[in-house]
């Protein structure tokens, strides 16, 4: 599991909310296990009331949820992790 691929925070946070250090995870759609496309959409953040789209950065298998739906995290902490098809 060591090669998984972080889904940082950080990758998604808009450019116009540099000043902004938190955000808060709105909807997961997908589950821990669930089989994902590079680019599909894993989960929606807010920054400032602002919804993103968080993609996923490879095709794979979701191995690990890290901040809960409805929980607060800080730019640059990993949401989920992805291990790479083969």
């Not at 496309?37 to 794979?60: F, H, N, R, W, Y």
């Amino acid at each position: 599991m060591s090669d998984a691929v972080d889904v940082n925070s950080a990758d998604s946070w808009p450019d116009d909310a540099d000043d902004v250090a938190e955000g808060y995870l709105a909807n997961w759609f997908v589950r821990e296990g669930s089989a994902v496309d590079e680019g599909e959409t894993l989960c929606e953040i807010q920054v400032e009331k602002v919804s993103i789209d968080v993609a996923a950065p490879t095709a794979g298998t979701v191995t690990e949820i890290l901040v809960a739906e409805g929980g607060d995290f800080d730019r640059g902490d990993v949401l989920a992790r992805v291990q790479p098809s083969a």
